[in-house]
């Protein structure tokens, strides 16, 4: 079975930092792409950031220059590195993988369980 870890949500202050990581286990031999969405009370869930397997990444406007994705391919794992941190960025944030091959086929998409992560004014 494929999954996704995420660690690394808490409660910060206003203009402060966290660092998010989701780690990919079972087996697996590539990922395709892995990014961050996060979803806020009462609002859709929204794509914040995504690298793919070859370093190409795209982010939100509203995290352009405030938040960065990295990955350890040898590990399987994704990084958010997310500075001056706004109340706004308030939400839970999941981790994706799309196009996993693992196991003997492929995961089209797999979801991590999501970390909380409060921003406080």
């Known amino acids: 079975q494929v999954q996704l870890v995420e660690s690394g949500g808490g409660l910060v202050q206003a203009g402060g930092s966290l660092r998010l990581a989701c780690a990919a286990s079972?087996?697996?031999?590539?990922?395709?792409?892995m990014g961050w969405y996060r979803q806020a009370p009462g609002r859709q869930r929204e794509l914040v950031t995504h690298?793919?397997?070859?370093?190409?990444?795209n982010y939100a406007d509203s995290v352009k220059g405030r938040f960065t994705i990295s990955r350890d391919n040898a590990k399987n794992t994704v990084y958010l590195q997310m500075n001056n941190l706004k109340p706004e960025d308030t939400a839970v944030y999941y981790c994706?993988?799309?196009?996993?091959?693992?196991?003997?086929?492929?995961?089209?998409?797999?979801w991590g369980q999501g970390t909380l992560v409060t921003v406080s004014s």
């Open positions: 994706n993988a799309k196009g996993i091959y693992a196991l003997g086929r492929t995961y089209l998409e797999v």
């Open positions: 079972g087996s697996i031999r590539s990922i395709n792409a």
């Open positions: 690298i793919t397997s070859d370093g190409s990444t």
